[in-house]
């Protein structure tokens, strides 16, 4: 697919930095508020799929490497997975970081500021997911927008 | 009553979906279809879970305040993810079956037989 | 070791799944040691399998509750019914999970010639993991979404599995109707869980059953349910896709589809038994599946008559065994209500199904591997092109007249165990489903003799005058599964008291299922 006209361009560089800002921000904040790492994760593989829409996907090849995206869906899941088996001391799944103070915090009840280190292993395990689904998607989008083309594909 | 209008909106959906997988022919809009119905699942699932009263998992709420049930919305959450999978696998089929058979027509694609 | 055997549960479910995700970063490394992985992993699956499955013989029903910080307390402090993640193995599941450990395997050493000479291997592994993933994921699951999550797992990957082979579109075709049917399917399981939810107010099997009334929305999940699960195992009324993606799949695939349909067919007996049990209607519903069975069992076989694609034909007959098993269960079913006809015969032809599951997946198996090795010499799948093989494949042939022996019922081989219990313990239920079935294990074996001569037997023919025998890792695969068949068939009794009888009882025996998980509340 050939890209789209110059004004479609220019508001995809302007808005796509600001897309995956925001993607990246609900993944992080995806234990506090509504949303995480799914919802986050599509957020920012939107924005990619801006940038393969609007230069189509020819040009965006150097850019978005679909080599690379497979191997970062991979260790997101990887290390969704291994999180889970980190806490097989007790049981799998279990949050073994809750409580432990530090980086990642206490568990607070009642109101508090919202800071992010509070929840133990949820937010990696938001961030694991997040990075899973943004590369995922992403590969779809490029996939699919390969196969239309035979002869683009190379 | 008016909590009874998703209910039926759910029905409608489904029935809709079964209809465009059942009785139209393009295969895209049979993907749409399950799309459709996958929706329909999806409210009601949620419109279970309604309760008038507050947002769940709310720290300071009154005590025997009703809450909207948080269980639905992680059913529905995963189903959804679930449902982008699917969709995007029954695509790329219709893809491959585009290349090789070269229309969308569920009539005409189809080899197999017997 | 008490750590394994606390842990195996999640270990089954889990190490596979990791693994699955761990060989696409491997294969970039090297392709050999991905297929070592491979192997390794799903050795250690079985090997897991049968530590569990000695625990769950000796001591009972296991549970393991995630994210807890005990495993096994299934209701936590503060709440009186289970709210997390649980998963629960006993003789029923157990079983499940030994057959689909053992074809997993075997597809896999299978694969690793058989697939040889295609790229994207990287990707086939990883879905074969996943698919072995769903399918323990619902044999062990222990609550109604998770069954639904690990359905559409299973049936993601196997429609993927069955589009492997894209340079031509009839895979393609196969695979979407799968999807499209399979993908519905999920979301009336859901559907179902959903009206169980909105009733009970739990997603925990056991807490479901033990509040379960059996009003109108039961009734409708029930049909939901069943509709859904006699669909996903090829039963006779919705079985359009089974001969579509069983024979354009690759062969190990096709063994393990055959697997992941029994999955589908022990969700529809856990529903039935450990949901519903007595609750239902026991004489209408078991009625209905043994109607679903016999016209399984007679049109499967008739339909496989004309055939001449030994892999649509062999898919054929997958719906005709199929129909075997669901008769056995149904009369099971049918008298669960009245113990005495439960046990003097109603016990016998469930042992009979669930006896037949597992020889299924051993002898059909065996035989979509054969038709696969035909396929990897001959590069045709059609019976009137064949021709002669036996004399450049002797080993081969043997295990292909293993595999139709043993599925038409011949005395030394397994399928002859279960078929005669389940032709006895039926023919006291009602004689003329009996001679049914009967009928329909000859009109097999004439069907098989009908393959076996035209592939393996007459003058040797000239365009396979350079065919070889099949390398060794097929020759291994096969080997397995004819090896259990021979074991299966001499020790029928051992078989049948070790892990049949179990399952059985598992499945009849909901109360303890119940007291177990909510402890006796």
Redesign the interface.
Known sequence: MRGMSKIVRTITNILYSFIIIFGFYIIMHGHLTPGGGFQGGAVVASAFALLVVSYGALKIKDMLKAKNFSVSECSGLLAFIGLGFLGIGTVFFYNFLAGKGGLFGNVIYGINPGDLNTAGVLPLMNIAVGIEVLSGLTLIILYMFNANNPKEEK | MIYNFPFIAAVIL?GLG?YA?MFKRN?IK?VIG?SL??SG?NL??IT?GYRKGVAPIY??APSGASMVLP??QA?T???I??G???T??????????Y???KTLDARK????K? | MNFLILHAPILIIAIPLLAAFATLLISKISPKLRNIFVITVLSFVLFLVLLLAHQVYTSGMQVYVLGSNQTTVATPSGYSIPVRIMLTVDGASIFMAIITAIVSLVGAIYSLSFMKKYSGLDKYYTLLLLMSVGMFGMEFTGDMFNLFVFLEILSISSCALVAFWTHKGEPSEAAFKYMVLSCIGALFVLFATALFYGQYNALNIAMIASRMKYSLLDKIALGLLVAVFAMKCGAVPMHMWTPDAYSKAPAPITAMLVVASQASLYALFRGVFTLYNVTLNCLTVGWIIIILGVLSMFIGVTMALPQHDVKRLMAYHAISQTGYMLLGIGVGLAVLGDTNALNSYGLMAMKGGLFHIINHAMYKGLLFLTAGAIFYVTGTRDLNKMGGLAHKMPLTAIFFMIGALSIAGMPPFNGFASKIMIYESVYKFNPVLSILAMVVSILTLASFVKVFHSAFMGPQLPEYKNVKEVPKSMLIGMGILSFMIILFGVFPDIVVNTIVAPAANALVNQGSYITKILGGA
Do not use: D, Q, W
């Open positions: 489904i079964v997988c295969l049979i399950i119905i996958e699942v009601f699932l279970l720290t300071n269980t639905p059913l959450l995963t189903s993810v679930i982008v999978a699917t995007a696998l029954m695509l790329s089929f219709v893809m491959t079956i290349k090789h058979y694609a189809r080899r197999l017997g």
